[in-house]
């Protein structure tokens, strides 16, 4: 069966410190993955999605980045945090039938920076 | 572009009241429509979906039907448990890339 991970899963940090949020895939390969992020009243905006290694696509101009170094590892950093990106930061992948719009997300990583 | 406009919450009820949850669309096409459901302090995970006008979809009690004429898929229950107390988000998707788009959510809390 295929599942996914993310963490840590709760994260406090100092403004202008770096972040790096992993995000993993098992029992499927080459699946579109996705970075959102759920800030308080504020819905799920969505950051970064990926179609496959390397290929990374950003959905909003942000201090954060995204990479895709092997087909099932997805990685959420950022090189100094603002104190705007305390979050609910969410990893989801497509499902094994891609394209149908269904996502299934990740446990989550709570940031708080300070 | 693709838009969700949910309700407002939170909305508060008493156990085994009656819940609704407006969802409202815009979109371009046959968007297929999804409600997900967070518990406190967890990811996402799908409650129902429906993929043209007129279907239901149904789950744990929950139901809501894909209005096309209204672009509407409210979601349901008779009967709510306290158990039931998350945040609901109403999705569509739509077009080539399928990427789906978010409603703010609506914050549920079921008193016993």
């Known amino acids: 069966s295929q599942t996914i991970h993310q963490w840590p899963a709760t994260l406090v940090q100092p403004v202008g410190s770096p972040l790096s949020l992993e995000c993993t895939v098992e029992?499927?390969?080459?699946?579109?993955l996705y970075w959102y992020r759920q800030a308080a009243g504020r819905g799920l905006q969505l950051l970064f999605y990926s179609v496959g290694i390397g290929q990374i696509s950003s959905e909003v101009p942000q201090n954060l980045s995204a990479s895709r170094p092997q087909d099932r590892q997805f990685i959420l950093s950022s090189k100094k945090l603002l104190l705007s990106d305390s979050g609910f930061y969410l990893c989801a992948w497509d499902g094994e039938i891609a394209n149908t719009g269904e996502l299934f997300f990740g446990e989550g990583s709570r940031l708080t920076v300070l | 572009g693709n838009s969700v406009t949910q309700m407002e919450g939170p909305v508060t009820l008493s156990e085994e009241a009656f819940l609704t949850i407006n969802c409202t669309y815009t979109a371009t096409g046959y968007p297929s429509l999804f409600w997900y459901v967070q518990y406190p302090g967890e990811g996402l995970q799908l409650l129902l979906k429906a993929t043209k006008a007129d279907d239901k979809g149904s789950n744990k009690g929950f139901e809501a039907t894909y209005r096309k004429e209204t672009t509407s898929f409210h979601l349901e229950k008779g009967s709510v448990q306290v158990s039931d107390s998350a945040v609901y988000f109403c999705a569509l998707a739509s077009g080539g890339s399928y990427i789906p788009t978010f409603g703010r959510g609506t914050s549920l809390i079921v008193h016993p």
């Open positions: 029992g499927t390969s080459n699946p579109n």
